[in-house]
């Protein structure tokens, strides 16, 4: 049985899924943004039709991941695991690379299996030779009996080739703004540099820049110098992952950060697994603050902590902007929004914020102005008359959640609640978080298990439906627009800071304490 509650657009991709099946389209395909809950979805679509499944990905990174989180989500799934010399085919449910489902002789075998329901994970790849040879071999165009279902951020594509060749229908969809709205994807807020650049010499084939042409303009000194200068400039203190035209591109980078007094590293496919491994764990726990790549971490990839994504390489492709993007929506505590630093021209479309996260082709989002795009609500709420070093501080550290404030501890978050009531997300093992509620009592189990994401989803659900009990870690609670107790004025003074702080609300005063500006070196610098 499935240890994860289902989210509504869940419930309704799972429904349209079995309804379309019964009308007798068999080749459906699902379009969801990153962290939207793909496996969660297949995953009980697998536990609900109950036959032989075949899961197929183009990584082995897609592959470990997905096998990872339908054991996760399905304790009771016994998931086999074909790559490279491993041939786990007698299992109910497989999952595969297409590189190794090719292979004739597993290929063979595969048929013999007589799988019927076959999930396609990052569909926008179907479209090539190889996969449709493999799907039509294993027999899910030849008949209806069979299900086939593909998932994807990007059902889109930039070469000739046609998804329509491969699926029938789109049977359900949500965009990223329809997650935002829900409140299930943090909110990208766009921040378009523009340099004194003309990228209408670039050379440009299959629908986007040639790599060697871009890189020539991109990977100079100059355009260097000035996208560190203006992350500095919008994002400073932001967990970041940039995405470079070229490996060389993203080692300058790395460099001209580090040289800077940031920690930065590069990640190229060039590198041991065992290398790259070490430096995605050191960025996620905070020994790197700036991550670059080449094509390394569009797909497949998850660290819910950043919320910044820098954009090096231009691109003329919707499918590869939103799959960039998408690396930094995901929710996690204290996280308010996800900035996105995009370099482009000033002579050139290219594909931006707008183009993420609009409905339709004819509506567009405007840019904030500068100060509107990288000065929080907060920030500007705040009392004229509050001292000087302080506002600096609280911009550069305004790290404030929009619905709860949660308190982090270690690697555990807490969030707190009437009494002495609290609610924990906590590890367990490697990469494993469980949820906890304390009732003053007695402890009670919300979540165990889990991935941090996951984790954190049940925890921000959970406080949502018992809202009145965290009122004290609610941001719209009434007592918030209160004037400032005297115990907050007292604790002000002691960091000897007096101006302004009587114009302050509690609910502010609370969000300056709780973030923990207070005490960093830069409020007394």
């Not at 998931?79 to 491993?86: F, H, I, N, P, Y």
């Not at 041939?87 to 597993?106: G, H, N, W």
């Not at 990052?122 to 071999?137: D, F, I, N, Y």
């Not at 949500?174 to 943090?186: E, P, R």
């Amino acid at each position: 049985m499935s240890i994860l509650k289902l989210r509504l657009y869940q419930q309704e991709c799972l429904a349209s899924i079995q309804e379309n099946y019964a009308k007798g389209i068999n080749r459906q395909l699902v379009s969801l943004p990153t962290a939207a809950g793909k496996t969660v979805i297949f995953s009980h679509l697998i536990n609900q039709i109950q036959r032989k499944t075949l899961v197929l990905a183009h990584t082995t990174e897609l592959l470990d991941q997905a096998r990872e989180k339908i054991q996760m989500i399905c304790p009771d799934l016994d998931v086999g695991l074909v790559k490279g010399d491993r041939k786990e085919l007698d299992r109910p449910v497989v999952v595969s690379t297409i590189q190794s489902a090719r292979q004739l002789e597993t290929l063979e075998e595969l048929k013999r299996q007589g799988f019927s329901l076959c999930i396609y994970d990052e569909a926008h790849r179907s479209a090539s030779k190889t996969p449709r040879e493999v799907l039509s071999e294993l027999g899910f165009f030849n008949t209806r009996e069979k299900l086939l279902v593909g998932v994807t951020a990007t059902p889109f594509r930039n070469d000739p080739k046609e998804l329509g060749k491969v699926f029938e229908k789109v049977t359900y969809r949500k965009t990223v703004k329809d997650l935002i709205n829900l409140g299930y994807l943090s909110k990208p807020i766009g921040i378009r540099v523009k340099p004194d650049l003309d990228l209408s010499t670039v050379v440009a084939e299959n629908g986007d820049f040639k790599t060697e042409s871009l890189a020539s303009v991109m990977d100079t000194p100059e355009m260097i110098e000035l996208t560190v200068d203006s992350w500095i400039e919008n994002a400073l203190g932001r967990k970041t992952v940039a995405f470079a035209v070229t490996v060389f591109h993203a080692q300058n980078l790395a460099e001209a950060f580090t040289r800077r007094g940031i920690a930065s590293e590069a990640i190229h496919g060039g590198m041991e697994q065992g290398e790259r491994s070490d430096l995605l764990k050191r960025f996620k726990n905070g020994g790197i603050f700036v991550l670059t790549n080449c094509q390394i971490l569009t797909e497949g990839w998850d660290c819910p902590e950043v919320d910044c994504v820098l954009i090096a390489k231009p691109t003329q492709s919707k499918g590869l902007y939103i799959q960039m993007v998408g690396r930094g929506l995901r929710l996690s505590p204290n996280k308010k929004d996800c900035r996105v630093l995009d370099f482009g021209s000033q002579t050139h479309s290219l594909c931006g914020m707008a183009e993420l996260i609009k409905d339709s082709e004819d509506e567009e989002t405007e840019e904030k102005p500068k100060q509107e795009r990288w000065l929080s609500e907060f920030v500007k709420s705040l009392p004229p008359s509050i001292n000087k070093k302080l506002r600096a501080s609280i911009i550069e550290f305004d790290l404030l959640g929009d619905s709860f404030t949660w308190l982090k501890d270690g690697g555990s978050y807490s969030l707190k609640a009437i009494g002495n009531k609290i609610l924990k997300i906590f590890p367990t093992a490697e990469g494993r978080f469980s949820v906890l509620f304390f009732d003053g009592n007695s402890y009670q189990t919300i979540a165990e298990e889990l991935s941090f994401e996951y984790a954190f989803s049940f925890a921000e659900e959970f406080a949502k439906e018992n809202r009145t009990i965290f009122t004290v870690s609610d941001l719209d609670a009434p007592w918030r627009q209160l004037p400032i107790s005297q115990k907050q004025k007292d604790l002000f003074r002691s960091f000897r800071f007096s101006s302004g702080i009587e114009d302050l609300s509690r609910g502010q005063a609370a969000l300056i304490i709780s973030s923990g500006v207070l005490s960093r070196k830069t409020v007394r610098r």
